[in-house]
C-alpha cells in the first residue's frame, strides 16, 4: 500500500473513531435520570456482508477499475482503484445496493499518458547530465515506456542513462539499449 493510501485510510479511520465518539457522548448526554437503564438499538439485523462478497458483487458488474480494493470499516465501505467517473459512480450504486448507506469513493482517475512530454522529459534530463557527455543517445516513448538506444564510452556511462531514466516522472518502464563505442 502506498503512503498515500495509507494516508487516506488513516484519515477514514480517524473520521469514523470520531463519529463514533460524537455519537456515544450525544446519547450519554440525553439519557434520563434512571442511572440503572440501558438501551441497547439493533442496527442491522442481517447477516454481514463481507468484503470478499462485496469485491465479488462489484467483479459480477463488470465494472472496469483497475487495482480495485474493497475495505470495509466502521460501517463505511472504501473503494479503491482507478477508473473513469462513471465506473466510480456504477461501484458505489452496486455496494448501496448490497445495503450499505456509506460508501466512500476513492477511485483515482487514470490519467491519460502523454508519451512526447515523456521524451521530452528525458532527453532534457539526460542532456544537462555531465557524465554523459560524448554520447550519441536516441530516446523514444511509446505507451509510457521511454526507450533510449545509442552508443556510451563507458559501462559507467550506461549504469547514468539507466539512472537518470529512472527519476522521469510518469515512465511506466525504461528500456536501454546501448553499445560501446
Do not use: W, Y
Amino acid at each position: 500500500m502506498s503512503r498515500k493510501q495509507l494516508s487516506l485510510l488513516a484519515i477514514a479511520v480517524a473520521i469514523v473513531a470520531a463519529a463514533g465518539i460524537t455519537t456515544m457522548t450525544l446519547r450519554h448526554s440525553q439519557q434520563s435520570g434512571a442511572a440503572g437503564r440501558v438501551k441497547a438499538d439493533m442496527v442491522n439485523t442481517a447477516a454481514p456482508v463481507s468484503e470478499a462478497q462485496i469485491d465479488r458483487a462489484l467483479r459480477d458488474a463488470n465494472i472496469p477499475i483497475q487495482r480495485l480494493s474493497v475495505r470495509h470499516v466502521g460501517g463505511i465501505v472504501l473503494i479503491r482503484g482507478n477508473g473513469d467517473a462513471a465506473s466510480a459512480a456504477r461501484a458505489v450504486d452496486v455496494v448501496k445496493g448490497l445495503g450499505f448507506q456509506r460508501v466512500a469513493n476513492l477511485v483515482q482517475p487514470i490519467t491519460p499518458i502523454d508519451d512526447e512530454a515523456l521524451r521530452r522529459d528525458a532527453e532534457r534530463q539526460l542532456a544537462s547530465n555531465r557524465a554523459l557527455d560524448g554520447c550519441t543517445l536516441r530516446v523514444s516513448c511509446e505507451n509510457g515506456v521511454v526507450s533510449v538506444s545509442g552508443t556510451v564510452q563507458t559501462e559507467l556511462q550506461e549504469d547514468v542513462t539507466r539512472s537518470v531514466l529512472r527519476t522521469v516522472r510518469g515512465a511506466q518502464d525504461i528500456k536501454v539499449s546501448l553499445n560501446k563505442s
